[in-house]
Every structure is written in structure tokens, then in C-alpha cells.
């Protein structure tokens, strides 16, 4: 059994129950608790997802950091392309890039795929290894150099300090 998932798991698993419940009764805390701990015993049991994960001071600073990085990129991505939807004459270049990750964790290379796929404009196709294969709605650049920087690089030297 995998220690480290299983208690990120049943702590993820509580805060979630918590904050669908809006309330901090007894019952809501005992039961959430006793749920989240089921759950986690029996879905997690040999689970490693979390194994990547590094809990030290500077990975939980640059988590928040993070965040605030992907809400800029998705407001930044949805003007854009809402602008492209209300002005039907700006020039789109839709086409498949490929771009490389630095990123060794599974879970690192994920939350990096759902982040370009949660970013409107880009929708992460597949991943192979080091590679991601990604529809764009404007390619711009010309090799997989210009499109990792301009697509994976701002997530990713974040992504890198939480998880390797």
C-alpha cells in the first residue's frame, strides 16, 4: 500500500465531501470522514497516483502559483478566442503541433495535457512519452521548439517543481 496516495487521497476525498455539503455539522464531518476513508481504502489500495507529488514549502508555493498562471492563460484564451467567434474575419490557422515535455511524472504530464485541453484554443490529442499532440486553433511558429514555448513552457516550469 502506498501511504503518501492514500492519505492525499483521503484528505482530497474529505475537502471535497466538505465543500459539496456546505456545512461543518458533526454528522457531515463524521460521515465525510468515515466515507472518504472507505473510498480511499478501496479505490487507492495500491494506487501510486500521488507518489509524484511533492509536499515541501517551495512545490506548495508554486502550486499557487500555478493556479494563478493557468485562470490568467484561460481569461487570456477565452478572449481570444471569443474575439475570434464575434470578428469572423481574423485570420485562424488551425492545424495538429507537436511539442515535448521536460516532465518525468505521470501525474505531472496529466495535469499538464488537461491544463492545454482545459485552455480554450488547444485541445491535447495525445500523449506519447515526452510528446503531445495538440490541435491548435492558430498555429503560430514553424517547428516543435516555437510551439512547446508558446503552448507548454508556461505551465510547465511550474508543473516541474511540483512534481519532477
Known sequence: MKIKSLIISIIT???????????????????GAVVSVL???IFCYTCGIFDDLKLNPKAIGYWFLYIFVFIGELVK???????????????????????????????????????????????TVELKDDTIFIHWIDVKGENMEEHTNAIVSKFE????VIYG
Do not use: C, H, Q
Open 13 to 31: 476525498l474529505f475537502v471535497i465531501w466538505v465543500l459539496l455539503n456546505m456545512k461543518l455539522s458533526t454528522e457531515v464531518l463524521i460521515s
Open 39 to 41: 473510498v480511499g481504502l
Open 77 to 123: 484564451s477565452n478572449f481570444d478566442v471569443a474575439r475570434r467567434v464575434v470578428s469572423p474575419k481574423l485570420p485562424i490557422n488551425p492545424g495538429f503541433v507537436e511539442v515535448k515535455t521536460k516532465l518525468k511524472s505521470k501525474l505531472g504530464r496529466m495535469i499538464l495535457t488537461n491544463s492545454i485541453t482545459l485552455t480554450p484554443g488547444t485541445l
Open 157 to 160: 516550469k511550474y508543473l516541474e
